[in-house]
């Protein structure tokens, strides 16, 4: 989530054939305001934040640095994704089980 300008910012998710929702947001401090990153530091921007939401629209893991030029080395994410889907694996088996 940034308050950047990101006009190259639809040219990167074609570039990276990513097949999930991006949320960015240029200019507009509504969106960070709401998720509760925005001037964290009286520094007028917002922190850097990563929220992953499950198919359920369920907020399966964040993080939100301590400055806006924070990032999260990959293999975090990474983690937190195979973390992620292990979690909707037990719950997709557990619900075959009682089927």
Do not use: C
């Amino acid at each position: 989530m940034s308050t950047d300008d990101l006009r190259e910012a639809d040219y990167a998710v074609e570039e990276l054939d990513a097949t999930h929702p991006i949320l960015y947001s240029s200019k507009d401090i509504a969106v960070p305001i709401s998720y509760g990153v925005f001037n964290l530091h009286g520094d007028g921007l917002a922190s850097e934040a990563i929220f992953i939401y499950d198919k359920s629209r369920t907020l399966a893991w964040k993080t939100v640095g301590d400055r806006y030029s924070d990032t999260v080395p990959s293999a975090v994410l990474i983690e937190a994704l195979e973390q992620i889907n292990t979690r909707v694996s037990r719950i997709n088996t557990l619900a075959k089980d009682q089927d």
